[in-house]
């Protein structure tokens, strides 16, 4: 069955040092999203993907995040410098194409990044 | 804008009890609603939709779903729960305008006790 792969599952990190992680969608599909998961909270959508073309990234922290889809299959998403406040799970999610409603969205297993 | 909140964080229920997770929006446009569960350490599964026709949506392992448009309520039932339906369950929303975009609200925690 086709899933999304992410890596690392794991990840600790001292505060100011860079991170990244990786995602690769379900073949095919050609939308791509970076979510970020607060502990106790619901998933909130960092940066929206359509092939190699950023849709939305307007919630993505841009002075310290980036994110590239560069050939429009995998994607990564870096963080630089790592701030205590980014300790989250790291969710990505893909689609056959842009939302449109009832387009489903296939999660990987995420990140969990620690902050030290 | 768009917004969803799930009245409550826990719910602990005894195994073969009914069990309702409650979930209301608000948009001012047409929405398209969902059910994602979250098992530990996993990403979100897609429970059930609601996109159009029927209000009451179903899932293949027995939750069901009613979408109430006066209310602006997507209440997720289930007649008898399991244990290993424990999990986080999330209702998200999908607007039909200009925000595009799936939000999710903050989680209800099931958690079934023998």
């Known amino acids: 069955e086709a899933e999304v792969a992410q890596s690392p599952r794991y990840k600790i990190t001292e505060k100011s040092q860079a991170v990244a992680f990786w995602c690769d969608p379900i073949s095919g599909h050609a939308t791509l999203y970076w979510y970020r998961q607060i502990l106790g909270q619901g998933p909130e959508l960092l940066v929206q993907?359509?092939?190699?073309?950023?849709?939305?990234d307007s919630q993505l922290p841009k002075d310290r995040f980036s994110a590239e889809r560069l050939k429009g299959v995998d994607s990564t998403l870096k963080i630089q410098p790592a701030e205590l406040g980014d300790s989250a799970m790291y969710l990505c999610?893909?689609?056959?194409?842009?939302?449109?409603?009832?387009?489903?969205?296939?999660f990987g297993p995420g990140t969990r990044l620690t902050v030290l | 804008a768009q917004s969803v909140t799930q009245l409550d964080s826990q719910v602990p229920v005894f195994e073969e009890a009914p069990v309702e997770l409650r979930c209301n929006y608000s948009s001012s446009v047409s929405v398209y609603l969902f059910w994602y569960v979250q098992y530990p350490n996993q990403g979100l599964q897609l429970l059930l939709k609601y996109l159009s026709g029927s209000t009451l949506v179903k899932s293949i392992n027995g939750f069901e779903a009613e979408f109430n448009k006066s209310q602006t309520s997507f209440h997720l039932r289930k007649p008898s729960v399991h244990i290993s339906d424990t999990a986080e369950y999330f209702c998200?929303?999908?607007?039909?305008?200009?925000?595009?975009?799936?939000?999710f609200g903050s989680g209800t925690q099931l958690t079934v006790l023998p």
């Open positions: 993907f359509q092939d190699e073309s950023v849709v939305d």
């Open positions: 999610a893909s689609s056959f194409r842009l939302a449109g409603g009832g387009n489903e969205q296939f």
């Open positions: 998200a929303v999908f607007e039909s305008g200009s925000a595009r975009q799936l939000t």
